[in-house]
């Protein structure tokens, strides 16, 4: 069975920084793409970063660059993303995704339940 778990998220003040997990089971995550996602109340769903299977690469959304910092640990089968100086803008529940593209063209495409986090003072 597939599962995409997150942690770590809350309420922080503004300018605090918080590190959210993506714990995986299922499938074999060293295999997979890893991405996070976020989406505020009223708003679309919006990528935040990924990182390849091997963790060699990342990409991010420009505007998240500067702040946002996603990981793996393979031997963990877990994903993070480290999120400092918070900003309020930040408020929004925060998923996981792993990705899979197949040879045949298809996608295994998983999702986590995804992470309240809350910024407010």
């Known amino acids: 069975q597939v599962q995409l778990v997150e942690s770590g998220g809350g309420l922080v003040q503004p300018g605090g920084s918080l590190r959210l997990s993506c714990a995986a089971s299922g499938f074999t995550f060293s295999n997979y793409v890893m991405s996070w996602y976020r989406q505020a109340l009223g708003k679309g769903r919006e990528l935040v970063a990924s990182?390849?299977?091997?963790?060699?690469?990342?990409i991010y959304t420009d505007s998240m660059k500067a702040r946002f910092f996603i990981s793996r640990d393979n031997a963990k089968n877990t994903a993070y993303l480290d999120i400092n100086n918070l900003e309020p803008d930040d408020t929004a529940v925060y998923y996981c995704?792993?990705?899979?593209?197949?040879?045949?063209?298809?996608?295994?495409?998983?999702w986590g339940q995804g992470t309240q986090v809350t910024v407010s003072s």
């Open positions: 990182i390849t299977s091997a963790g060699a690469k990342t």
């Open positions: 995704n792993a990705q899979l593209f197949l040879p045949s063209g298809g996608a295994h495409d998983y």
